[in-house]
């Protein structure tokens, strides 16, 4: 019996001692809490509202083409006799780049000179005798037609020689090498590729709600992907009148390129489109919407204390917000400093 309530005494003093370890380690953690008071002021940022208009700028992605490409290729059959440049090759316009073989063609321009020459003294003799009446007339006027149809052979070789000189049409650099020396060369075969980027086309495709933000003429920033800083000069001078499988439109800026040349042919850009609102309108920043898309909702501070208010927003455009309703010039809106913000609180001003 003594042994039973011997057990009892120590089952109790167990309880008791953690009953007390369990109240001092509550009393311990309530004073490690920290305990916020209502009344104290919450610290925040604030925005004087007035009306302004919204600038918005917009960014359109595209990619760069060289203004004048083409494919160079001989006008008259021939063999290749040397090849002047290299792809990779800068050229000016007129430059000599192919040089086809012409030794037959001079030599029937030698005959053909010869013929020039004894028919030039035929015609100079049938004349005296035409004078004197010593041979008819018409001896002298086939004279006359030999030398003339011979003049036009001369013409025709001579232009066919210039043929077989290959120039470059404009300035620009060779992009690709389709030939070699040894080979022949045929009407409307490719040789080379002369590639002008300096002057270079942007395009990029519009979905058809944006499209009447841009007229021909306009002129737009362009920035290259690659080169970032340094900012081009676009005009618009195509608007596409027919859409795309994508149903977007495709617009085209000519865009002069870098010194040096720096920005190259399928190079990725962006061109940005500034545009003013023609009605002033309260434009707050989205970080300051404390409530819902559904029930978008600000603090404002009045008289001191930080009052929630029901707003409508009509448009968003990046990190910014149209605000048609709610809000008026003159309110001070809470812009940070939301963590411990409630209604009513008192407001201190950073």
């Known amino acids: 019996m003594k042994n ?17 370890r369990l109240k001092n380690n509550k009393e311990t953690t309530v004073e490690r809490v920290y305990h916020y008071e209502k009344e104290s002021p919450v610290s925040v940022q604030v925005e004087t509202l007035k009306w302004g208009y919204l600038n918005t700028k917009i960014s359109y992605t595209g990619s760069f083409e060289p203004d004048r490409e083409t494919k160079v290729s001989a006008e008259i059959q021939g063999k290749i006799n040397s090849v002047l440049v290299d ?21 029937q321009l ?3 000179e010869v013929q020039i020459e004894g028919l030039e003294a035929d015609v100079k003799r049938y004349t005296v005798l035409a004078n004197a009446d010593a041979i008819q007339g018409v001896q002298l006027e086939k004279a006359e037609l030999g030398l003339k149809s011979a003049l036009v052979q001369k013409a025709t070789l001579l232009e066919q020689i210039s043929k077989t000189t290959i120039k470059s049409p404009f300035n620009g650099v060779v992009t690709a090498k389709m030939t070699e020396e040894g080979a022949f060369a045929a009407p409307g075969v490719p040789l080379l590729q002369i590639t002008d980027i300096s002057v270079l086309r942007f395009t990029i495709n519009i979905p058809d709600k944006d499209l009447n933000q841009f007229n021909r003429d306009d002129k737009h920033r362009v920035f290259a992907d690659a080169f970032p800083t340094e900012e081009l000069t676009g005009e618009i001078n195509m608007i596409g009148s027919k859409a795309n499988m994508g149903n977007s439109y495709p617009v085209q800026l000519k865009v002069k390129n870098t010194p040096g040349l720096k920005i190259k042919s399928g190079m990725s850009g962006s061109v940005t489109i500034e545009n003013q609102s023609a009605e002033k309108q309260i434009v707050i920043p989205a970080s300051a919407i404390a409530g819902t898309n559904i029930k978008p909702q600000v603090y404002v501070v009045n008289e001191g204390k930080a009052v929630l208010q029901d707003i409508i927003v009509s448009k968003r455009f990046e990190n910014k917000v149209v605000v048609s309703s709610g809000l008026q010039s003159g309110d001070v809106l809470v812009t940070t400093g939301f963590i411990n913000l409630f209604e009513g609180a008192n407001i201190q001003i950073k």
């Open 110 to 112: 030698q005959s053909v």
């Open 4 to 20: 039973k309530i011997l057990y009892i005494i120590i089952g109790l003093a167990l309880v008791a001692i953690v009953v007390l």
């Open 87 to 107: 792809a990779g090759s800068i050229v000016k316009t007129g430059q000599t780049l192919i040089q086809l073989d012409n030794s037959l063609l001079k030599l």
